[in-house]
């Protein structure tokens, strides 16, 4: 390819990386801010009866079977997108952006299905609350620090893998910098 169509690939390779970074961004807080944000207000006590009889009524299975089917529907667009058919026909259709494409495709799957539509149970008791003594000092602390160390140690892993190759970034600067394709792995 000439320079002209090399520049663009890079350049959709660089938009399809900022979307995917963002979309990252967006879904940390969306896992991890979610329960600061929309509190519970009022009762927040735990009975097992209050759970028993608000299983029977439909405000709660709605949003669980709702948010049930945009669990099956990312999985479904990350599966399809992986499978070996999926991936030849991107290669053959896409070349060097074959993974960039995929990533954008599970970002904007992430970002437009499920976040967007994800829907929160009102109509239930909490499953649980750390308001009571002796819960109420230290649960809150430790569920904190287990938050945090689990994403610094999903960030470290993503460290530790080659995380250009795996945006699509370096498939797309060798095909720029017209250099040859790394050989490959077993």
């Not at 009762?43 to 049930?68: F, Y």
């Not at 904007?108 to 308001?131: F, G, H, I």
């Not at 602390?141 to 699509?168: N, Q, R």
């Amino acid at each position: 390819p000439g320079l002209l169509a090399r520049l663009g690939t890079a350049l959709l390779s660089l938009l399809s990386f900022t979307f995917v970074f963002l979309t990252g961004i967006e879904f940390l807080r969306f896992v991890s801010y979610r329960a600061v944000f929309y509190t519970q207000e009022g009762n927040t006590e735990v009975t097992s009866w209050e759970w028993r009889a608000v299983l029977h009524e439909s405000g709660v299975w709605r949003p669980l079977v709702v948010d049930l089917g945009l669990i099956l529907l990312f999985v479904v667009q990350h599966s399809i997108m992986a499978a070996q058919t999926v991936k030849s026909w991107t290669v053959a259709c896409c070349g060097v952006l074959q993974r960039s494409l995929y990533v954008l495709a599970t970002a904007a799957t992430l970002q437009v299905v499920l976040m967007r539509y994800w829907q929160k149970v009102d109509e239930a008791p909490p499953l649980w609350s750390p308001r009571s003594e002796p819960w109420n000092n230290w649960l809150p602390l430790a569920c904190f620090v287990l938050h945090t160390v689990a994403w610094l140690v999903i960030f470290s892993v993503v460290l530790i893998f080659d995380y250009p190759e795996l945006m699509g970034l370096k498939q797309v600067s060798r095909q720029t910098l017209e250099l040859p394709p790394p050989p490959p792995r077993h």
